[in-house]
């Protein structure tokens, strides 16, 4: 599921914000080595819009965008994605914000990308913690109900 916000750039090389929720299966990274884990992620894409005559196109720079994982899953689930999807709707203005600042002021050219990340990383964990399993729930395994 994506969703493409624009916002106002002085220069016009980055005009929008993609964002987008999809499900990884985990795994051995082929790019760093790392162990990733199976789950529901949402990244974040700079991106530049473009109509004309009638036609659209959206250009992105290579490494320019973040990702963060939503929530830990062995399986995908359509449902579950669009509830993430509808969850996190309320970040997309804020992060999008943050982003149009960044581009906006050339002055924020020593922007910590950590300091940035991790704020945009909490906006996204804090709505989507009704989907977090409780700790008082109990784990249901071939019918043994296990606590």
């Not at 599921?1 to 993609?18: P, T, Y």
């Not at 990733?36 to 320019?64: D, H, I, L, W, Y």
């Not at 830990?72 to 992060?95: D, G, H, M, W």
């Amino acid at each position: 599921m994506k969703k493409i916000i624009d916002f106002k750039n002085k220069d016009g090389e980055i005009n929008a914000v993609e964002f987008s929720v999809f499900y990884t299966k985990g795994g051995v990274s082929w790019f760093d080595g790392q162990a990733r884990s199976s789950g529901f992620k949402v990244s974040v894409q700079p991106c530049k819009t473009n109509s004309e005559r009638g036609f659209a196109s959206v250009s992105f720079v290579m490494f320019s965008g973040l990702s963060f994982s939503l929530l830990q899953a062995t399986r995908n689930s359509k449902n579950k994605q669009e509830k993430l999807f509808e969850a996190i709707t309320p970040c997309y203005q804020e992060v999008t914000d943050i982003i149009e600042n960044i581009y906006n002021d050339k002055t924020q050219s020593e922007i910590d990308i950590k300091q940035v990340s991790s704020i945009i990383n909490l906006s996204f964990r804090n709505r989507v913690e009704d989907f977090q399993p409780k700790k008082s729930q109990s784990l249901l395994i071939r019918g043994a109900n296990l606590t």
